[in-house]
């Protein structure tokens, strides 16, 4: 149970874990830009 493949699959198990790290923080940088455009224009048009 606890052989070679175990640590060949908890280390796909944390590049996984990385991957999704660094695609939650591309998809946080999306969204703050794109509020950020929104803010920008409602700030334009608000009376």
């Known amino acids: 149970m606890f052989g070679v493949g175990t640590d ?11 991957n999704s790290l660094g695609k939650l923080a591309e998809t946080r940088r999306w969204i703050e830009k794109s509020c950020g455009i929104i803010e920008n224009c409602l700030s334009r048009f608000s009376i």
């Not at 060949?8 to 990385?18: M, N």
């Open 8 to 18: 060949k699959e908890s280390l796909e198990d944390a590049i996984d874990a990385t």
